[in-house]
């Protein structure tokens, strides 16, 4: 097995770079989570993540999303966006619809054909957080979800704030 950065540094005194200790722990979680959901994917149903995420994003929003703001949900540009959901339309899982009020304007949503197959691969991928995450207590889950919302907010403080539109 690699060594990660974060492993790399476990000899550091305890005091000594705790922050980049942190923040390393949490990108090899990450890491590894993601790796092996990307690898489930694509073993158990020939697909990936960004296919998964951007069914995930139309599930969430029946009357449908723009490329705009799937390509904002997702955060990546319109040109992967539509690149994928030209392969999915083309497969049968989603639709363009004009915007009601605005012909011009498109939506893309699931068909019914994409909410089963999103069903199907969303149970999946449940069981597998759910085994992953297994050897973590529900009380430690709690813990680590509080700390992980007062290390959101610590890291949204920090940065500086959005231009005004």
Do not use: Y
Not at 13 to 32: A, F, I, Q, Y
Not at 96 to 102: H, I, V
Request: charged share 30%.
């Amino acid at each position: 097995m690699s060594v990660d950065a974060e492993t790399a540094l476990a000899h550091a005194p305890p005091g000594h770079k705790d922050e980049l200790r942190l923040w390393l722990r949490l990108l090899t979680c990450t890491t590894l989570i993601e790796g092996e959901i990307r690898s489930r994917l694509r073993r158990d149903f020939d697909t990936t993540l960004p296919r998964f995420d951007l069914l995930a994003a139309l599930d969430r929003a029946p009357e449908g999303l723009s490329l705009g703001e799937v390509s904002r949900r997702m955060m990546v540009s319109n040109g992967n966006v539509t690149g994928l959901a030209a392969r999915l339309e083309a497969e049968g899982l989603i639709e363009r619809r004009a915007r009601p009020g605005d012909r011009r304007a498109q939506l893309l949503r699931l068909t019914a054909k994409g909410r089963r197959e999103f069903a199907r691969q969303s149970a999946a991928h449940e069981g597998w957080i759910a085994e992953l995450l297994a050897g973590v207590t529900p009380v430690e889950r709690g813990a680590l979800f509080r700390l992980l919302g007062h290390t959101k907010i610590s890291v949204r403080n920090a940065l500086p704030p959005e231009p005004s539109a």
